[in-house]
């Protein structure tokens, strides 16, 4: 699983990515975490608000910080994707 953090340092980039690792390591999933923030990377992912977070390449939430329980929720459903 990759996942990847992305924003420009700002607090609430910070706390997603300690929320998202908290997450992981609750449930016991290992991925690669990746921080973006390089602003032209970041708009690559079309998105208008950071923090942002991809799982897969996939964006599953921006412009808001996620509670631990939906990023585990989010992780969830993108594991079950995987097994597809």
Do not use: F
């Amino acid at each position: 699983m990759e996942i990847k953090i992305l924003g420009t340092g700002c607090p609430k980039c910070k706390r997603l990515e300690q929320v998202t690792r908290e997450a992981l390591a609750d449930m016991g999933v290992a991925a690669t975490i990746t921080k973006v923030t390089d602003m032209a990377d970041i708009m690559a992912y079309e998105i208008l608000i950071t923090p942002g977070l991809v799982i897969n390449e996939k964006v599953v939430v921006s412009g808001r910080l996620p509670s631990k329980a939906e990023v585990s929720s989010m992780i969830a459903t993108a594991l079950a994707e995987a097994e597809l």
